[in-house]
């Protein structure tokens, strides 16, 4: 009973590690949107208020600008954050900084110049930044079990090879 509970436990905990991992690129994602939305609707903004449209960007232009900095900055964090949770290696998080930074920077410059010269740069870089990203992840990501496998058959052979 101690042993069928004991990995019951084990797998809860394994569960719970790949739920929060989920919810770490869920919300790269989520908050991959906002600069990427805002620097597009910053150049249509005379075209969404002339249809009537209340998008951020004609409401609120201060902040749709503030907002994609905001979030630039989250998904920097949630990035830094992959690594802890096991997700991949803590060569993401070093190797997606120079990735996250350049759109920080992007981010920055909107707020600061509020022009689309800057809003078009911004989208333009968030349409190469989510897939580079992605594969960053994908390189970067943990290998659960491999050496263990290799270690058991490995074993399993050196015990055949001594009985015969």
């Not at 920080?104 to 930044?129: M, N, P, V």
């Amino acid at each position: 009973m101690d042993y069928v509970l004991y990995h019951c436990l084990v797998v809860i905990h394994v569960l719970c590690w790949w739920f929060a991992g989920a919810c770490l690129l869920a919300g790269i994602m989520y908050a991959w949107q906002f600069p990427h939305f805002c620097a597009l609707s910053w150049n249509l903004r005379a075209d969404y208020s002339r249809a009537g449209y209340r998008m951020m960007s004609v409401v609120k232009p201060s902040l749709c600008r503030r907002q994609a900095v905001q979030y630039s900055l989250l998904v920097t964090a949630l990035c830094l954050a992959m690594p802890y949770y096991g997700v991949t290696t803590w060569t993401f998080a070093v190797d997606s900084l120079p990735v996250n930074g350049y759109l920080t920077y992007l981010a920055c410059r909107f707020y600061a110049d509020a022009d689309s010269s800057s809003s078009r740069r911004l989208f333009r870089y968030t349409l190469i930044h989510l897939p580079a990203l992605l594969v960053l992840m994908l390189i970067s990501k943990k290998h659960y079990g491999r050496g263990r496998a290799r270690d058991e058959t490995a074993r399993v052979n050196y015990v055949r090879d001594e009985t015969t």
